[in-house]
């Protein structure tokens, strides 16, 4: 038996890259599993095919992190085509870097509104279809834990905040033995980010362990234990991928 037999799960944000990966991780561990994506149709798509060629259960849910009403909405349309949503990973987010001093007020609101906001909103609305005993795990970065460039006081930020959400929400929500936990991915392999990108020299010159960039299915891995029952104890927990580089 495969440790999420029978269990449901709704990934924010999987149409590639992290999100992706976690979802067909997610599926090959057993789970029925919704994704969301904006623009990303065919890559949506795409995850799902392969998700029901392995024989697993996979549906896609166009859904805007930056409008509430259209995560809850995701959150609901999930939950009626899974039966109920026992994971949740709030993984979709944006990277938005520069001097403060060219910021604007939209540049907060907007990313300040995907990569909190959404995830807020998404765990109000899983709630009422979330049995006890339920799993939540967000996608921060190891960036809300040390700025090691200048331009960065948006986004670590937003994940910092994400960071002491997962915190509150795990005392909050003990009692109903919903876990909830945060994982903070460094220098990742992915189209927004890849190993052979501008500045990949630059990042994994801060790294400790020469591995170099992450996999997003080394990712994947970890959101897959935290979802899993062998996790039952572990909440409150911040994971950090990322080679050593916030040593």
Avoid: C
């Amino acid at each position: 038996m495969r440790p999420l037999d029978q269990k449901t799960a709704l990934v924010t944000g999987g149409s590639r890259g992290i999100g992706a990966a976690i979802a067909r991780r997610l599926a090959r561990d057993g789970a029925a599993v919704a994704i969301t994506y904006v623009n990303g149709a065919a890559a949506a798509e795409a995850v799902v095919r392969a998700i029901e060629g392995q024989g697993g259960k996979a549906l896609a849910i166009r859904a805007d992190n930056a409008d509430p009403a259209a995560v809850a909405a995701a959150v609901g349309r999930a939950a009626e085509a899974l039966g109920r949503i026992d994971i949740l990973v709030n993984n979709a987010g944006i990277f938005h870097a520069g001097p403060i001093a060219e910021f604007s007020a939209a540049d907060f609101d907007r990313t300040m509104a995907i990569n909190v906001r959404a995830a807020f909103v998404a765990v109000q609305a899983v709630l009422p279809v979330m049995p006890d005993g339920g799993r939540i795990v967000s996608i921060g970065s190891n960036l809300a834990l040390r700025a090691p460039t200048p331009g960065l006081s948006l986004y670590s930020t937003s994940k910092a905040a994400i960071a002491g959400l997962t915190q509150a929400l795990a005392r909050e929500l003990g009692p109903r033995r919903i876990t909830v936990n945060v994982v903070h991915p460094g220098s990742t392999d992915t189209d927004m980010n890849p190993a052979d990108g501008p500045h990949a020299a630059d990042q994994r010159a801060l790294m400790a362990n020469p591995a170099g960039y992450a996999a997003p299915e080394e990712v994947a891995d970890v959101v897959a234990h935290l979802a899993s029952p062998g996790a039952r104890s572990v909440t409150g927990a911040a994971w950090t991928i990322d080679n050593g580089a916030n040593l």
